[in-house]
């Protein structure tokens, strides 16, 4: 366990020094205060049609709004606020995506072309344990990524004075899993064909693109369960039960994948 947390570690570090991963810390930032401007505007908008709505039926001052009318004003500004959290969460989630296939694709991979792999394999550490400390370092990056998001999506929330969506309670967690999937397939895949090649099969293997009685339907992941898009606009919440099955799902797949990837990395010859 010691030699797979200092690997781990070692991961983490060198992720770390990678620009790609900064710009998209700054470039969640970014969206967070975009989506805020966006925002204020369909505020300004939603609040001047409801004026000019009220001053056009009976011509009085907006500030004299019925308690229907107020509860109609704050249906639709809540509306706006599930739409923009829906989009904000579908961005979120699709950096997220590629940020994992980017780390999980060239974790082992890049090592093995740089040759520094020999140098941490000649030391008294395993494949097994230098495989698994490089996916639980990338495992702890998409834990950083994910808590940054939602801190973004919470932060949003506070500056507008709009409540969450109830749809959003567990889809921090189902993208963290959604990410895991993807990572470890991408993991697999990379030590079969080129990283990107890789990548791009692993984004692109989910069972969406099917449907039964289609044996890849079966065969293949399905992404799309661990996607509430349509519960968060809506603002439902997502059953703790549909969670824990997904959880399970992902958790044996993940298990399948490293296993393979496994088998695979000890097999290779590393030149």
């Given at each position: 366990m010691k030699a797979i947390a200092l690997i781990a570690g070692d991961s983490i570090r060198a992720?770390?020094?990678?620009?790609?991963?900064?710009?998209?810390?700054i470039a969640s930032v970014a969206l967070t205060i975009g989506v805020s401007s966006?925002?204020?505007s369909m505020r300004a908008n939603i609040t001047a049609g409801m004026e000019e709505s009220i001053a056009a039926k009976g011509g009085r001052d907006g500030k004299e709004m019925t308690e229907k009318e107020r509860r109609q004003m704050r249906e639709a500004m809540e509306?706006?606020?599930?739409?923009?959290?829906?989009?904000?969460?579908?961005?979120?989630?699709l950096g997220g995506n590629l940020v994992a296939l980017f780390i999980f694709s060239t974790a082992?991979?890049?090592?093995?072309?740089?040759?520094?792999?020999?140098?941490?394999l000649a030391k008294p550490v395993s494949r097994t344990q230098f495989l698994l400390g490089k996916y639980a370092g990338a495992v702890a990056v998409m834990a950083a990524y994910t808590v940054?998001?939602?801190?973004?999506?919470?932060?949003?929330?506070?500056?507008?004075?709009?409540?969450?969506?109830?749809?959003?309670?567990?889809?921090?967690?189902?993208?963290?899993?959604?990410?895991?999937?993807?990572?470890?397939?991408?993991?697999?895949?990379?030590?079969?064909?080129?990283?990107?090649?890789a990548a791009v099969?692993?984004?692109?293997?989910?069972?969406?693109?099917?449907?039964?009685?289609?044996?890849?339907?079966?065969?293949?992941p399905?992404?799309?369960?661990?996607?509430?898009?349509?519960?968060?606009?809506?603002?439902?919440?997502?059953k703790a039960s549909d969670v824990a099955w997904l959880t399970l799902y992902?958790?044996?797949?993940?298990?399948?994948?490293?296993?393979?990837?496994?088998?695979?990395?000890?097999?290779?010859?590393?030149?």
């Open positions: 992720l770390l020094h990678r620009r790609f991963l900064i710009g998209l810390m966006m925002f204020n509306h706006a606020s599930f739409g923009f959290q829906t989009a904000f969460y579908f961005i979120a989630t082992v991979s890049s090592e093995i072309r740089g040759g520094t792999i020999r140098i941490t940054i998001a939602s801190a973004c999506v919470i932060a949003f929330a506070h500056v507008q004075q709009v409540g969450l969506s109830p749809g959003l309670v567990y889809a921090p967690w189902l993208m963290f899993m959604e990410q895991l999937m993807m990572g470890a397939l991408a993991l697999l895949l990379s030590l079969l064909m080129h990283p990107f090649v099969l692993a984004f692109f293997a989910g069972n969406a693109f099917y449907s039964p009685p289609n044996p890849l339907y079966y065969i293949l399905s992404y799309s369960d661990f996607e509430p898009y349509s519960k968060i606009m809506s603002g439902v919440v997502v992902a958790v044996d797949f993940v298990l399948v994948m490293l296993l393979l990837a496994l088998w695979r990395f000890r097999k290779k010859e590393i030149v």
